[in-house]
């Protein structure tokens, strides 16, 4: 194993607790009315603060949040899609479609972020998976590959159901994957927008964002606010999940059961503020970072460097107080070919001696092998080609005789 440390003086503990990381502040949270609560940080996942974060919940319209990434995953936003049904009698917020309807993947995807509109959820569903049961597994595969091990959806817009439920700190997870990508942090802060349909052009439907955070007119307008859906369901009371960003920091928060609308956006602001002002992001690796010189033969030592960006939360005032490093998981690569910046190893890497993240680690250098040509191997290579002469010689005598013993007897 190689050993690279990162060398500080080591004042407080971080406490570690299943898959996922927490870290504690020593200035109290705010109280909250929300049942279950999770503040994590976007770019480690740590978990900040929690408050019954792995209870299990209805999410109700914050579903949608997944059902955008699958979306997103499977579909071009200029992609057309024909509604297949009549939305008309659909439970809960709707736009308006109708069976027939021609729009874009853009249009429902706007539908679903901005108006929270359920027969736009299904639509996606229907198209992309024929069905919004066949959709529902995409969903809970995606929820799994992200490592939300206690959520089970049934639907792709929130609708009650008793068996579709998450927790605070899967629903966190899944806008942390969200907001990674571009399309999605677009369509969601949208102020605006209006459908036109395809096939219909005389037909429009007008949207607009309720998500009131990101609005500079609402009285729960929040400066660092990215994005965020907030959801409702007479079960499930009201749930909302956010993103906000200051100074480079990006934190995500979730609430599941709370029970006062107003209040609801005070403590997100409230639970987002304690996150900025009692933690600060440390950056331990850099991409492209040299971070160990790796032993391949005993003639030949490489750099080795870090695939990604390696980052941790701590305590604001104790920035310096961290001690990390990483151990090479050993590796035969005396007979390997490899370019300068090819992912060759594994790192396991350690904050004050306990696992914290898995890294690839990429060449600092390219190597060809070449297959070593030795007097043995020559020798050898004369040995073989001398022993297939030999047995030539012998068959072609044996041939010969014959041939010869066959003219003598026809005579």
Known sequence: MKRIFKTFNILFLFLFCFTYTSVQAETQPPQINAEGCALIDASTGQVLYGKNEEKVLEPASTTKVMTAIITLEKC????????????????????????????TVR???????LESGNDCANALADHISGSTEAF????NEKAKELGALHTNFKNPSGLPDPEHTTTAHDLALFLREAINNKDYVQLSTTPNYTITLKNNPSKTIVLNNKNYMINKNSRYYYPFALCGKNGYTTKSNHTYVAAAEKNGHVLVASFLNALDKDQNFHDMQAVLNYGFDNYSLVHLYQ?????????ITNN???PVMASRDIDYDVPKGQEDSVSSEIKIQDQDLS????????NILKGTVYVNDKEYTTMDLAAGTSRKYEFPLSINSLSNNANSELYIGSVAIVLAGVFGLRKLINIKLKK
């Open 76 to 103: 071009k936003l200029d992609d057309e899609v024909t509604v297949q049904e009549d939305f008309t009698k659909i439970d809960g917020t709707a736009v308006g479609l109708l069976k027939g309807d021609v729009v």
């Open 107 to 113: 249009d429902l995807l706007l539908g679903l972020l």
């Open 136 to 139: 529902s597994k995409l969903m």
């Open 287 to 295: 991409k492209g970072d040299e971070v160990s010189q790796y032993k």
């Open 300 to 302: 030949l030592t490489i």
């Open 335 to 342: 007979k390997q070919s490899f370019n300068e910046g090819d």
